[in-house]
Nanobody, 115 residues
Framework: QVQLVESGGGLVQPGGSLRLSCAAS????????MGWYRQAPGKQRELVAV???????NYADSVKGRFTISRDNAKNTVYLQMNSLKPEDTAVYYC?????????WGQGTQVTVSS
């Protein structure tokens, strides 16, 4: 059974930092593309960042230079380091694993940026 479990969300002030983690089980983690997505209230889910099995990365324009995605294949975990957070980064953040047509999602973790 595939499981993706996100953690690390919370409340942070503008300009602060958080690191999200997504621990995967039930998949051959190292061959999957891993991604972080987010969904704000009333908005569609959007891509934040992805990292391929070859460690190639891609970011949404809105987070470039502030967020960093990384992976640790030995721990079956993908991370999202978020710096210089803004109120508009407030959303539920989801982890996704992709391999061909096999997509799996985590349950999400809430990130709230507010003073």
């Amino acid at each position: 059974q595939v499981q993706l479990v996100e953690s690390g969300g919370g409340l942070v002030q503008p300009g602060g930092s958080l690191r999200l983690s997504c621990a995967a089980s039930g998949i051959s983690f190292s061959i999957y593309t891993m991604g972080w997505y987010r969904q704000a209230p009333g908005k569609q889910r959007e891509l934040v960042a992805v990292i391929t099995r070859f460690y190639g990365t891609n970011y949404a324009d809105s987070v470039k230079g502030r967020f960093t995605i990384s992976r640790d294949n030995a721990k079956n975990t993908v991370y999202l380091q978020m710096n210089s957070l803004k109120p508009e980064d407030t959303a539920v953040y989801y982890c996704k694993s992709s391999l061909g047509q096999a997509d799996y999602w985590g349950q999400g973790t809430q990130v709230t940026v507010s003073s």
